[in-house]
């Protein structure tokens, strides 16, 4: 079980203090796939960094099964049994696909091993499987192979960034399938940000993120009415801003 309790994390933006996470909580019990969604800008992709340790909340603590892992640095806590994908992969140049998703999995992996990840992204398995991580991969191409390295190893807790972002619909649709089976089999806790209505409708709990703060979580269908809601008022909004 992850447990997050009271994270608060500032930052120096132009001289002044900006608080990006005010006082959150949560907890994603084993084999529970927990949604983040919630407003461009609203503090999830930072929640997640704080969570995989790239960013530092100023204060608050971060238990991973019993475990104090709050001063883990990034490798510690990947050790310790989280898996993240970014929302826009770094570029590991000049290695092979097969390479990173070997690295990923911590142990040395078949080239039937390897195309099966890539086959569970949508990727032609031998197209891709030797290919160099470069600038001549799309955006899409990128990000799917960053998913595979992450489905590549069993972790505790995986967390998925935006995993439908750049991503075409056929892909997605296996991916959709992917997460069905990772949620069935409960051996991983899922975190999957996301604004895709599929992805949300798969959540056992979702969890809106707004401002920094925690403005609603709870079971999908307790969330969902609300969800619908404030994407309501949002339409009204605009609707009332293009007849003024
Ligand atoms: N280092 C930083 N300095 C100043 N502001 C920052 C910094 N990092 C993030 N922010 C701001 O914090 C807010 C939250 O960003 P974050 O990327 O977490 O949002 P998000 O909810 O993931 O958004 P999206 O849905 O667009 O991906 C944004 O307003 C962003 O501009």
């Known amino acids: 079980m992850l447990k997050a309790e009271n994270l608060t994390l500032y930052v120096n933006d132009n001289g002044s203090r900006k608080c990006l996470l005010n006082d959150i909580s949560f907890h994603v019990d084993d084999g529970e796939m927990l949604v983040i969604t919630g407003p461009n800008g609203g503090g999830k992709s930072t929640l997640a960094k704080t969570l995989i340790g790239i960013e530092k909340a100023d204060s608050g603590k971060i238990m991973l099964n019993e475990q104090d892992i709050t001063d883990y640095d990034i490798n510690h806590r990947a050790n310790a049994g989280i898996g993240y994908a970014f929302q826009q992969p770094p570029r590991f140049k000049g290695m092979p696909v097969s390479k ?9 992996l078949s080239i039937d091993e390897c195309c099966d990840l890539l086959t569970a992204v949508g990727l032609c398995a031998e197209e891709y499987v030797e290919r160099q991580i470069d600038g001549t991969l799309s955006g899409g191409e990128m990000k799917r192979i960053e998913i595979a390295s992450v489905l590549a190893k069993d972790h505790e807790l995986c967390i998925f960034d935006e995993p439908e972002a750049g991503i ?13 089976e990772m949620h069935k089999e409960k051996k991983q806790s899922l975190i999957v940000i996301s604004h895709q209505e599929k992805i949300i409708d798969m959540a056992d709990r979702i969890m809106i993120i707004d401002d920094g703060e925690i403005k609603k979580i709870g079971k999908r269908e307790d ?8 994407q309501k008022c949002h339409n009204c909004a605009e609707n009332r801003e293009r007849r003024a």
């Not at 075409?168 to 399938?177: A, G, P, Y």
Request: charged fraction near 15%; aromatic fraction near 14%; avoid cysteine.
């Open 100 to 108: 990173l998703l070997t690295l990923a999995a911590g142990r040395s």
């Open 168 to 180: 075409d619909l056929w892909s997605f649709s296996m991916l959709i399938q992917k997460f069905e």
């Open 223 to 230: 969330v969902l009415p609300y969800l619908n809601g404030v």
